[in-house]
């Protein structure tokens, strides 16, 4: 397990250039595929007695070191275990439709607006004048930065607060028959499988 985390992290971290540039490259798109295809590779090589570098965490010179300088222990604590309930993916979120990642607070909090009637029951779609949303960084400089206003491509549509709330607005007005059965759904999860963002929505 040693050698194989530490071929994966001295070997194939990213860091931050995956992620510049305005436009979407296969790699981008792919990166955690990418990311998990070489640490699956790492362990069968270290599996098979393939010997990494040693002591990642604590290797003075590792990437955990420079981001979180430390006396020689690792920066944080490191748990193994071959027993109990706790499963990695248990404490992930998982992202279902397109959109950027920083976008899903105010995805969900429109649809629960849209969910609690609060659209409908005043039949004011159209009356809307204003919609605020409230982001961290790096969230606003992602999806909220005004040159964002104006996309001209798939890719910088869905780095679009903008872009990407008002495309799921529109999908529920535009859809009479989601708004006729609104009060017969039971949870918000109905509300977001009938809104999803899908590949049609950036084209």
């Not at 959109?99 to 004011?124: M, P, T, V, W």
Request: charged letters at 25%.
């Amino acid at each position: 397990m040693e050698h194989a985390i530490g071929m994966f992290v001295a070997h194939y971290i990213p860091f931050r250039a995956i992620r510049a540039g305005k436009q979407l490259s296969d790699s981008k798109g792919a990166s955690a595929a990418l990311s998990t295809e070489v640490a699956l590779m790492c362990i069968k090589r270290a599996i098979n007695g393939f010997i990494g570098p040693k002591d990642i965490f604590r290797n003075p010179e590792s990437i955990f070191r420079i981001n979180e300088p430390t006396k020689g222990d690792s920066p944080f604590d490191i748990y193994v275990s071959n027993g109990g309930d706790d499963f990695a993916l248990m404490g992930m979120h998982f992202k279902l439709g397109l959109y950027e990642h920083q976008s899903a607070g105010a995805l969900e909090g429109l649809q629960r607006l849209i969910y609690e009637n609060k659209f409908i029951k005043h039949n004011d779609f159209h009356g809307i004048s204003k919609i605020k949303i409230i982001a961290y960084e790096p969230a606003f400089g992602i999806i909220g930065d005004p040159a964002k206003r104006k996309c001209q491509t798939r890719q910088s549509a869905d780095h679009s607060m903008v872009y990407i709330v008002g495309t799921m607005l529109r999908k529920a007005i535009q859809d009479k028959e989601f708004i006729e059965s609104l009060p017969t759904l039971k949870s918000l999860d109905d509300v977001w499988k009938r809104l999803i963002l899908l590949p049609i929505d950036f084209a």
